[in-house]
C-alpha cells in the first residue's frame, strides 16, 4: 500500500498504443495519487515514453482513458494540460541559452499564462519574479540567476530546466529522465530538491527513470513495464521483493 493515500489524482485506463505492428503501450493502466511521487521503470523500449506522451497529449492514444481529477482529459493539446495544471520536463534541456537564468523561469510561466509570443520579445516580470526568485533560492542557482543560460554547466542547466516546470505550480509534473546526462554528485541533489517541491507544493510527480538508486529513494510507488505491459506497481520495497521484476529486470 503507498503511503499517499486518496482519490486518483491522474487516473489512466488501458491505454494502448501501435505503431503498425509494433504494441508500443498495450492496455496499461495506474493511478497516481494527490501528493504521491511515482516512478515509471522499465527496460528500452518497454513503453514508458509512449505511456507518458499519450499522457502529455503529444501523441494520440488508439485506445484508453485518461482522468485528471476525475474529469476526461484523453487525447487533450498539452497547452490545453498545462493550463489544467499538468507540467512537465524533457529529457534534453529546453532552457534559452541567451537568456538569463531568472528569464528562462519568468517566460517559462508566462508560457503557461497563454503569452505565446513571450519568448520572442524580452520578458517583463508579469508579477513572477518573485517565484522565480522563490525557486532560484530553492535549487540554489542564486549566483548564476542573472548569467545567460548558455554558460552554465549541463548539470546547472538541468537544474534550471527543472525548475522552470514548476513555476505555474502545476499539480501534476511529468519528469522524463531528470538524471540523464547528470554528474552523479548532482543525482542527490536533484532527489532532496523534488521531495523538498513535493512537500512545498504538494504536488504529484510522475518520473520516469533509469537510475534505479534516485527511483527508489524518491518515490512512493512504482510502476515496472515489460513488453508494453505493466508487470507490477507497488512500494519500493515490494518492488525489490517481486520475484518476477528481479527476473525480468532488476536482476540482470
Ligand atoms: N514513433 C515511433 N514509431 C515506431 N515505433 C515506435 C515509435 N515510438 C516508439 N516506438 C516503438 O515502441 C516501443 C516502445 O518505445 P518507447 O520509446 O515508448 O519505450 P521506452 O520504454 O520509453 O524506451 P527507452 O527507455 O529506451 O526510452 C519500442 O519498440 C519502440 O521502438
Same mark, same amino acid.
Given at each position: 500500500?503507498?503511503?499517499?493515500?486518496?482519490?486518483?489524482?491522474?487516473?489512466? #485506463?488501458?491505454?494502448?498504443?501501435?505503431?503498425?505492428?509494433?504494441?508500443?503501450?498495450?492496455?496499461?493502466?495506474?493511478?497516481?495519487?494527490?501528493?504521491?511521487?511515482?516512478?515509471?521503470?522499465?527496460?528500452?523500449?518497454?513503453?514508458?515514453?509512449?505511456?507518458?506522451?499519450?499522457?502529455?497529449?503529444?501523441?494520440?492514444?488508439?485506445?484508453?482513458?485518461?482522468?485528471?481529477?476525475?474529469?476526461?482529459?484523453?487525447?487533450?493539446?498539452?497547452?490545453?494540460?498545462?493550463?489544467?495544471?499538468?507540467?512537465?520536463?524533457? !529529457?534534453?534541456? !529546453?532552457?534559452?541559452?541567451?537568456? #538569463?537564468?531568472?528569464?528562462?523561469?519568468?517566460?517559462?510561466?508566462?508560457?503557461?499564462?497563454?503569452?505565446?509570443?513571450?519568448?520572442?520579445?524580452?520578458?517583463?516580470?508579469?508579477?513572477?519574479?518573485?517565484?522565480?526568485?522563490?525557486?532560484?533560492?530553492?535549487?540554489?542557482?542564486?549566483?548564476?540567476?542573472?548569467?545567460?543560460?548558455?554558460?552554465?554547466?549541463?548539470?546547472?542547466?538541468?537544474?534550471?530546466?527543472?525548475?522552470?516546470?514548476?513555476?505555474?505550480?502545476?499539480?501534476?509534473?511529468?519528469?522524463?529522465?531528470?538524471?540523464?546526462?547528470?554528474?552523479?554528485?548532482?543525482?542527490?541533489?536533484?532527489?532532496?530538491?523534488?521531495?523538498?517541491?513535493?512537500?512545498?507544493?504538494?504536488?504529484?510527480?510522475?518520473?520516469?527513470?533509469?537510475?534505479?538508486?534516485?527511483?527508489?529513494?524518491?518515490?512512493?510507488?512504482?510502476?515496472?513495464?515489460?513488453?508494453?505491459?505493466?508487470?507490477?506497481?507497488?512500494?519500493?520495497?515490494?518492488?525489490?521483493?517481486?520475484?518476477?521484476?528481479?527476473?525480468?529486470?532488476?536482476?540482470?
Amino acid at each position: 500500500m503507498s503511503p499517499v493515500q486518496g482519490p486518483a489524482l491522474l487516473k489512466v #485506463t488501458d491505454l494502448k498504443k501501435s505503431y503498425g505492428a509494433i504494441r508500443a503501450v498495450g492496455g496499461v493502466s495506474f493511478d497516481v495519487r494527490p501528493g504521491e511521487i511515482f516512478g515509471v521503470i522499465g527496460p528500452n523500449g518497454s513503453g514508458k515514453t509512449t505511456m507518458f506522451n499519450s499522457v502529455l497529449g503529444q501523441i494520440t492514444p488508439d485506445a484508453g482513458r485518461i482522468e485528471l481529477n476525475g474529469r476526461d482529459i484523453t487525447n487533450l493539446s498539452p497547452l490545453e494540460l498545462n493550463r489544467r495544471g499538468v507540467g512537465r520536463t524533457f !529529457q534534453t534541456l !529546453q532552457v534559452f541559452g541567451k537568456m #538569463t537564468v531568472r528569464d528562462n523561469l519568468i517566460v517559462a510561466a508566462q508560457e503557461h499564462q497563454g503569452t505565446m509570443f513571450s519568448r520572442m520579445f524580452a520578458p517583463g516580470d508579469s508579477g513572477l519574479g518573485a517565484k522565480a526568485d522563490e525557486l532560484i533560492d530553492l535549487f540554489r542557482i542564486r549566483h548564476v540567476a542573472h548569467k545567460k543560460a548558455g554558460e552554465l554547466s549541463y548539470g546547472q542547466q538541468k537544474l534550471v530546466d527543472i525548475a522552470m516546470a514548476f513555476m505555474s505550480e502545476p499539480d501534476l509534473v511529468l519528469l522524463d529522465e531528470p538524471c540523464a546526462g547528470v554528474n552523479p554528485s548532482l543525482v542527490g541533489g536533484i532527489s532532496t530538491l523534488l521531495k523538498q517541491l513535493n512537500q512545498k507544493q504538494k504536488g504529484s510527480f510522475v518520473v520516469i527513470e533509469h537510475n534505479m538508486d534516485f527511483v527508489m529513494d524518491l518515490c512512493h510507488r512504482i510502476m515496472v513495464m515489460v513488453e508494453g505491459q505493466v508487470m507490477a506497481i507497488g512500494t519500493p520495497a515490494e518492488i525489490r521483493a517481486n520475484k518476477q521484476v528481479l527476473d525480468a529486470y532488476l536482476g540482470n
